[in-house]
C-alpha cells in the first residue's frame, strides 16, 4: 500500500471539501454524491474513507467551508 506525506494527505482532503463544498453551493444538500464528488476531486470513490469517517463528516466540512468563505468574502 502506497503511503503519502501528510502534506499529499492533506491536499487530498482540501480538495475533496472544495469540490463538495462548490457541489452543495450549486445543487444544495442533495447533489453531495460520494461518487461524483471525488470524480470531480480527481480521486477515486474508494479513497473516500480514508480522509472521511462518512457522507456526514463530508457534509460538515464542506459547510464550515463554505462558512469560512463567507466571512472572508464580506
Given at each position: ?26 445543487g444544495?444538500f ?37 462558512f ?7
Amino acid at each position: 500500500m502506497a503511503r503519502y506525506s501528510t502534506d499529499h494527505k492533506e491536499k487530498t482532503r482540501a480538495a475533496i471539501v472544495d469540490a463538495a463544498a462548490e457541489r452543495i453551493r450549486s445543487g444544495g444538500f442533495d447533489a453531495l454524491g460520494v461518487a461524483s464528488i471525488m470524480a470531480e476531486a480527481g480521486l477515486t470513490h474508494g479513497g473516500f474513507y480514508a480522509h472521511f469517517p462518512s457522507r456526514d463528516a463530508l457534509l460538515a466540512a464542506a459547510v464550515i467551508l463554505l462558512f469560512l468563505r463567507n466571512l472572508t468574502s464580506t
